[in-house]
DNA sequence: AACCGGACCTGTATGC
DNA sequence: TGCATACAGGTCCGGT
């Protein structure tokens, strides 16, 4: 579910409101030990009575930043969400960790109780997620292991293309892969490739610098779209206030049944498989020329 | 080394 | 209606 949009999404409707916070203490939910990285005594231990500076955001991963200089690091893996929530509203079926916090300000009545204090959970139906807490050498680690962020503007397609160019796999597949780039699922490999008129089948050998300066602007176009969007809400993904996404309305291939017109040039849609994963696109707009 | 397929989970849609 | 199967936005691991 959640790639780059929906993650900076979350970061940015939950900083706000947990900027500034201070964990009361970690509550365990169903599954705790199936999405923590750490022994959950371990992990109840090392986040009390941390406070929350900043959010960041890192390819999928969103990060917590402590006044420990621990980062609280959450992958939402396929179904995973953030919610912020009363501490007197019901937990849901799949509510595998929580965060008692305590606010800094004024927040909405609705959310805190009568000593300022109030819950983020964290719900995951697949339980695909992960949630750890890294010092400054693990994250740095973790760092170096992603690719460069697709909209970090020191990026340039002559960078890519240098990455791109000796691999010999679909260049879908190339997308998908986070160490060279990080961020990037399913959706928006689709919709970046349609926009650049590259068949995701395509080899990444044969792609020329021009076609990855197309790939790249896609990249970038789609990908602030849907930002601008909210992300895109297929069925679960919510942001930190519990809203839906609207990208899924503007998507041009992702999802579309194969056979659908081309919203381009009206061609039939097809749909194939790569690395394991349906991938649409118009054979028209996309040809696969090599 | 690079790449692919399967595994990890549950829920939902579809077909028989 | 009941049951089996396929599929879903991600990542890791093992085998080739």
Known sequence: MPELPEVETVRRTLAPVLAGATVVAALRGAHPDDILLDPWPVFAQRIRRRRIETLERRGKYLALCLDSADRLLI????TGELRLSHPAAPAGAHCHLALVLRAEGQLP??????RGRFLLRYHDVRRFGRIGLLDPVGWAALSARLGPEPLDPALTA?????????R???VKAALLDQTLIAGI???YADEALFQAGIHPARRCQSLTLADVERLLTALRTVLTEAIASAGTTIRDYRDGTGRAGSYQFRLQVYGKEP???CPRCGAALARIRIAGRSS???PQCQPLLD
């Open 158 to 166: 002559a960078e890519l293309w240098e990455h791109l160019h000796v």
């Open 109 to 114: 009545p609705a959310l805190v109780d009568r």
């Open 168 to 170: 010999r796999s679909p």
């Open 280 to 282: 649409t696109f118009c």
């Open 185 to 187: 699922g399913n959706i």
């Open 259 to 261: 056979g659908t017109p």
């Open 75 to 78: 992958h939402l893996g396929m």
